[in-house]
């Protein structure tokens, strides 16, 4: 059996899944065949009987070392991985789903979009070895499983701020700066929430928690800043100094960033830090949920968590001990108001569709008003 080596070897497997991926999905119809993005890798051996499909929108170089170790222990297994915006990802599984055949796993970190999967039936229940050793509000219904724990930041380039006297530490503070230094004026970025699941559930739970919301909003409009879909591009654009600072980013990306890049700081607002987890689901037309269980099992096995620790700086959401993260939640709680959002129907409400239209109707009023 032939293992997958080499650009040449790569290319061929993954030209063999696609072209196997159109032959399953015939009856699927053209439009969807149009619409379908190819797997950004496929790992395993080209002969494999057992073949595992995984959307996700976590940036796929991150994740390919921990589905490597995944498939090494697995011979006779290829996974593909298909990296997605979370609201690409979201309607692709929908639309998928209802034609009869969608991808084995979804994990995404739009955490509304996927208990409404659950909610809309799209999932199904599996039963995972380390299930009770999740805290409560990471999983819901046997159906929507936490991988990850990660913060919510600012990150900044650190020489823009080389002379300031004491950085801005709450969303305030952080509105103060924007309106007083013209020098950031178009340097800025912010997620656009239009365009990303993930933006519009961060700025829905400012909205849910605090005063400055608003505040904080118009002076972003104020500074001229750029709406974008991707943490990671924010946060390389703020460590090249493209960028002077970027709110409500992914701490676990913007940590691998600064691990590269000195230039870039990381503020972790002190007033509170959102924290976000990554959803992994079952959709109900999966092919092989079977794999998706045993893929599930590894990721929050002690070795599945610590790869996805080192490699990604995600916290555990299961410690190596198989104790949850509770205590540790509680412990970074009380040092610097760490606020994880919960799994569960709750988050539903943030996808209400007046309440949703009424918070982008005043997104766009505020960020296109006069300054």
């Known amino acids: 059996m032939t293992e997958v080596s080499g650009s040449t070897m790569r290319k061929s497997l993954l030209s063999a899944w696609i072209a196997g991926a159109v032959l399953a999905t015939a ?38 070392p921990v589905f490597q170790a995944f498939a090494d222990q697995r011979p006779n297994l290829a996974i593909s991985y298909t990296e997605l915006s979370t609201l690409d990802l979201n309607a692709r599984v929908v639309s998928e789903s209802q034609a009869g055949r969608t991808a084995d796993l979804v994990w995404s970190s739009a955490m509304g979009l996927q208990i409404k999967l659950v909610n809309d039936g799209f999932t199904q229940r599996v039963l995972l070895e380390r299930q009770d050793a999740l805290p409560d509000w990471a999983h819901w219904r046997q159906e929507a499983f936490a991988l990850s724990l990660e913060p919510v930041v600012t990150v900044y380039h650190k020489p823009d701020f080389a002379e300031v006297n004491s950085l801005p530490t709450n969303r305030f503070a952080l509105a103060d700066t924007l309106k007083a230094r013209t020098d950031l004026l178009g340097r800025v970025a912010t997620y656009d929430i239009e365009r990303s699941g993930l933006g519009y559930l961060l700025i829905a739970s400012d909205d849910r928690r605090s005063p400055a919301t608003w505040p904080l909003i118009d002076a972003l409009a104020a500074a001229q800043a750029r709406l974008q879909s991707s943490s990671s591009a924010m946060i390389r654009a703020v460590a090249d100094g493209r960028l002077a600072l970027a709110y409500n980013v992914l701490g676990s990306y913007a940590a691998v ?64 001990n198989g104790q949850s993260s509770e205590i540790l939640l509680k412990s970074l709680a009380k040092r610097t108001n760490w606020e994880p959002i919960r ?28 300054r």
Do not use: C, M
Not at 31 to 60: C, E, I, M, R
Not at 348 to 366: A, C, G, N, V
């Open 257 to 320: 960033v600064a691990d590269e890049k000195e230039a870039l700081g990381i503020l972790y607002p002190q007033d509170y830090t959102l924290v976000i987890s990554r959803l992994a689901v079952v959709p109900r037309e999966a092919q092989r949920p079977d794999l998706s269980v045993e893929l599930l099992n590894f990721l929050l096995s002690g070795a599945g968590q610590a790869l996805l620790t080192q490699r990604s700086h995600f916290l555990p959401v299961v410690g190596s």
């Open 27 to 64: 009856g699927v119809g053209a439009a969807l065949a149009q619409s379908s993005k190819a797997p950004d890798f496929v790992l395993g051996p080209a002969t494999a009987n057992d073949q595992l499909q995984v959307y996700g929108s976590t940036d796929a170089w991150l994740v390919e």
């Open 343 to 370: 799994v569960g129907p709750a988050l539903l409400s943030y996808l209400d569709q007046s309440k949703k239209e009424s918070l982008i109707r005043q997104w766009r009023k505020t960020l296109q008003g006069p």
